[in-house]
């Protein structure tokens, strides 16, 4: 493990890191170190409700791929958990690297996992627009899912068939009737919960961040379309591969991660 750590360190940081963030307190992503997490017995579970008819198109936005759903209604919500309010999803993307030895922004115990899932939701009770919200200390509240290599996952592989039509940066693609529900792994009660940030600009410290305990299963073949995609538009002479997404992890500061299990 400590060789592909080595080699992680060689790995060029997508883009040029800020000096600092305003406050930089807490900054996501992190290694999880489950003997310092505490069980919180108050915990809810997440209740989750999505409906497929809000989903509307795929984005490369030159950092990943996000899939968008129409966030002006209360169709697709998430509430309970550690969370106060209910919460509107907008849209949900991967972070993923080069080979299969790594490519998450969350750790587990240093344990990296080849992608990594974010379903991004925002605070409709409190704000009106996700711009709005983006900025505020309660504002947003993101799952994050952990992919391993494994058996074909079904559910993905219509998502998989549309990546080549947003092969190059600012691309988008019509994409309907997609439940992503459908990439949540069985066990959604058993989660570690803490108080982050977006890990891709403008970073701002308003995620409360749900990560999975559970990982969701895909195929070789699903991750090589993954990498299949640029950071690059069409326009520009180098096309760069668009792998090791992910941002270099953040340090605690002093945070404590809850969890929802013992
Ligand atoms: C819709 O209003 C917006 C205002 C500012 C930025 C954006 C676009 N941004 C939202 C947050 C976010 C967050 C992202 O990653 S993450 N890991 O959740 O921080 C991300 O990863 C590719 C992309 C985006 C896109 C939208
Ligand atoms: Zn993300």
């Known amino acids: 493990a400590c060789s592909s750590k080595l080699l992680l360190s060689q790995v060029h940081p997508m883009w040029q890191e800020p000096l600092a963030i305003p406050g930089g307190d807490r900054q996501s992503p992190i290694d999880i170190v489950v003997r310092k997490s505490v069980f919180d017995p108050q915990l809810k579970p997440l209740k ?41 999803l907008c849209q949900f993307h991967f972070h993923w690297g080069e080979n299969n030895t790594w490519g998450s922004e969350h750790s587990i115990d240093r344990h990296l996992y080849p992608a990594e899932l974010h379903l991004v939701h925002w605070n409709s009770d409190k704000y009106s627009l996700f711009e709005e ?4 200390d309660n504002g947003l509240a993101v799952i994050a ?3 391993k290599v494994g058996k074909r996952h ?9 990546l080549p039509a947003v092969r190059h940066k600012d691309s988008v693609v019509e994409f309907t009737k997609f439940d992503p529900a459908c990439l949540l792994p069985e066990n959604i009660d058993d989660y570690w919960t803490y108080a982050g940030s977006l890990t891709t600009p403008p970073l701002t410290e308003a995620v409360t961040w749900m990560v999975m305990k559970q990982h969701i299963e895909v195929s070789h073949d699903q991750l090589a379309v993954f990498r299949s995609l640029l950071f690059t538009s069409a326009e520009e002479q180098q096309q760069r591969s668009m792998v090791n997404n992910f941002r270099v992890q953040q340090a605690l500061k002093g945070r404590t991660v809850r969890s929802s299990f013992t």
């Open 133 to 136: 919200a983006v900025i505020e």
């Open 154 to 162: 079904e559910g993905l592989q219509k998502l998989v068939d549309a």
């Open 48 to 88: 989750v409700q999505y409906d497929p008819r809000t989903c509307q198109q795929i984005w490369n936005n030159g950092y990943s791929f996000l899939v968008e759903y129409n966030d002006t209604t209360d169709k697709s919500t998430l509430k309970g958990g550690p969370l106060e309010d209910q919460f509107r």
């Open 145 to 147: 899912v952990f992919l």
